[in-house]
């Protein structure tokens, strides 16, 4: 009984936590401060100690949002100096 109520005990709290909702990469493009959240949370947050294979599995959407937001707005800052060099001619 005194082993049986340790190991009772640890299964409900095991069965008690939730998992982690990973939001996706679209979420997290369309939800600018969503995608600030979970950079922090990656990087120095409560992700960041977790061994490689479960930070890719939480991260990676992340990283790959924060790469397509960067290619947008270096998209726009092209556009905007072609716009501006062509209008001067």
């Known amino acids: 009984m ?52 479960e930070k890719s599995e939480r991260c990676s959407t992340t990283q790959d949002a924060t790469i397509a937001v960067a290619q947008v707005e270096a998209g726009k800052k092209d556009a905007a100096f072609f716009n501006a060099t062509t209008r001067r001619k």
């Open 2 to 53: 005194r082993k049986l109520l340790p190991v009772c005990a640890l299964v409900a709290i095991c069965g008690c936590q939730q998992k982690v909702a990973v939001p996706t990469a679209q979420e997290l493009i369309a939800n600018r401060p969503l995608l600030a959240e979970w950079q922090t949370k990656c990087d120095t947050g409560e992700f960041s100690h977790l061994a490689a294979t």
